[in-house]
């Protein structure tokens, strides 16, 4: 069993950075992909980034690439998302998401949830 706590959301103006941490609990977090999604009022959960177990491939949505940097440390069991030049439309509640499945951009691809912290960007 695998429990994930996220960290660091708050209100940013646009422009600005944040970064998230999501700490896990148990000594298998280093055999996890570990990914960030994220959901928006009235919309649907939508992949945002992942990192393989050993950090060695990143993933990222279309929509976030170039401007947000996922990261892992496994000696920590933290996983983190760094977002810069950050947009109105970044603002909703992200949810790290632990797992071990081939594919990393799909809900069901996750075993375990966090319980999620609010990002809001202002104009």
């Not at 298998?28 to 570990?34: K, N």
């Not at 993933?59 to 760094?82: C, E, M, P, W």
């Not at 951009?105 to 960007?121: A, F, I, L, N, P």
Request: glycine share 12%; net charge positive; proline share 2%.
């Amino acid at each position: 069993q695998v429990q994930l706590t996220e960290f660091g959301g708050g209100l940013v103006q646009a422009g600005g950075s944040l970064r998230l941490s999501c700490v896990a609990s148990g000594r298998t977090f280093s055999s996890y992909t570990m990914g960030w999604f994220r959901q928006a009022p009235g919309k649907e959960r939508e992949f945002v980034a992942a990192i393989s177990w050993s950090g060695g491939t990143t993933y990222y949505s279309d929509s976030v690439k170039g401007r947000f940097t996922i990261s892992r440390d496994n000696a920590k069991n933290t996983v983190y998302l760094q977002m810069n030049s950050l947009k109105p439309e970044d603002t909703a509640v992200y949810y790290c998401a632990g797992g071990t499945s081939y594919y990393v951009k799909r809900q069901r691809d996750y075993d375990y949830w966090g319980q999620g912290t609010q990002v809001t960007v202002s104009s």
